[in-house]
């Protein structure tokens, strides 16, 4: 990221293929407003931290959840919100905005094998056609 041109022409060519790119833990260490401007993201990731401290009704992490949905809504980007860990959190992310939840409440990291075998059975269990 540090050549922002570069960046941007390898990822418009990742994304010409069809891939879509995230900017991770927006927010904190080195994900800037900057990147916004210079890259198109397909979305932005709400750092688990923001997210802990919304379920734990932080008004300061309650404020900045909303701005990144509210700036990638403006953007015409998703928000994923990380580290969701139970159906209270994640009723409270929805209510905020963001169109996409990721975390241990949905599935805790597996095996390729196992996650192949649970696409094939699909949502309901059932294996698919």
Known sequence: MRDAQIAR?????????????????????YSSLGYLRAIRFS???????????????????????NAVVAMASA??????????EDAAQAAMIRELGCTKIQGYYFGRPMPAAEALEIARRGVGGRAAA
């Open 9 to 29: 022409q390898s990822l418009e060519e990742v994304m010409a293929l069809g891939c879509t790119i995230a900017l991770d833990d927006f927010g904190t260490g």
């Open 75 to 84: 953007l015409g980007m998703a928000t994923t919100a990380e580290g969701v």
């Open 43 to 65: 979305t932005i990731k709400v750092d688990r931290s923001f997210v802990q401290g919304a379920a734990q009704k932080s008004p300061e992490s309650l404020a900045i959840v």
